[in-house]
């Protein structure tokens, strides 16, 4: 968050099951900064995991305005399309009006100091970052992480976000940055480590769709039961079947039957550590 005169800006907010901690960080804010008003949220791409807490938060806080990336317009007007990852994904995210655009290039002033919002297509192809060169932060989204970024589809499936990415990862090496940011994990300093490790898994992934595929399936299927909480495991067939992102990569893909694909898919979201099963059912870790 950003304080701005008398009030303050927060980017992104986060994903809905997870309102009622958006809220305690952000209320804890407000009252340290004096009882500010939430003014602004501006949004770095379109993501349930970035915008899920958009419409609670304007309710809680009459006025405060929301600021998309221009190019993610079309998408929210043709809200739950396959590419914005909800429904195709077994994500949920209440939909929300928003009052102003952010065009790349443009500069704004955020806790009293300039930055720039630049197009960071790939794992989002509309998505923004944001540079403040006096202060040498970039809010980096999931363009960048400390080990890694967010996923881009096979290129099978679609070309241009692995090539946009490669493009993205090009023009951020341009910058001069001391902190990150990012949209997921800790703050980091080694931005030119971060950069590297970045561009060489994305390369890994460039020579072999199969790892790229079985890296968004598996990424989806633990984000998806870290919301659920649990699943029974004689339903996981039924929910592969059902859900779009594992029905369609499946018969790309995998071309297993559902029942092989499901217990792929569990097998390696338990070797990840992010699910367990208890009794008959899975749970999150």
Not at 90 to 98: I, P
Not at 149 to 167: E, H, S, T
Not at 226 to 247: C, F, N, Q, S, T
């Amino acid at each position: 968050m950003f304080r701005d005169r008398e009030g303050a800006t927060l980017v992104d907010s986060g994903y809905g099951k997870f309102n009622d901690v958006t809220f305690a960080q952000v209320n804890a804010v407000l009252e340290k900064w004096g009882n500010s008003s939430l003014d602004r949220i501006i949004n770095t791409h379109i993501h349930s995991d970035h915008i899920g807490g958009n419409a609670d938060l304007q309710r809680a806080h009459p006025g405060c305005s929301i600021a998309v990336p221009v190019d993610e317009q079309p998408a929210l007007v043709n809200w739950d399309a396959p590419e914005q990852m909800l429904s195709y994904a077994d994500q949920e995210c209440e939909r929300f009006a928003w009052d102003d655009v952010i065009e790349p290039g443009q500069q704004m002033q955020l806790g009293g100091e300039s930055w720039h919002a630049i197009a960071t297509p790939g794992h989002d192809m509309g998505s923004l970052v944001f540079h403040s060169p006096k202060l040498r932060v970039l809010i980096s989204a999931d363009a960048l992480w400390e080990s890694g970024y967010g996923f881009v589809p096979p290129q099978a499936i679609d070309p241009k976000p692995l090539a946009a990415q490669r493009a993205t990862f090009n023009r951020l090496a341009e910058l001069d940055v001391a902190l990150v940011i990012p949209g997921h994990g800790p703050m980091f300093t080694d931005y030119a480590g971060a950069l590297s490790r970045a561009s060489a898994k994305l390369e890994a992934f460039a020579a072999d769709d199969m790892k790229i595929a079985k890296s968004v399936v598996k990424g989806m299927f633990i984000y998806s039961m870290m919301w659920r909480g649990e699943m029974a495991l004689a339903d996981v067939p039924a929910y592969v079947a059902r859900i779009g992102v594992h029905r369609d990569y499946n018969a790309q893909f995998f071309r297993m039957s559902d029942e092989a694909y499901a217990d792929w898919l569990v097998a390696e979201a338990i070797r990840a550590g992010r699910v367990r099963v208890d009794g008959a059912s899975l749970r999150s870790a």
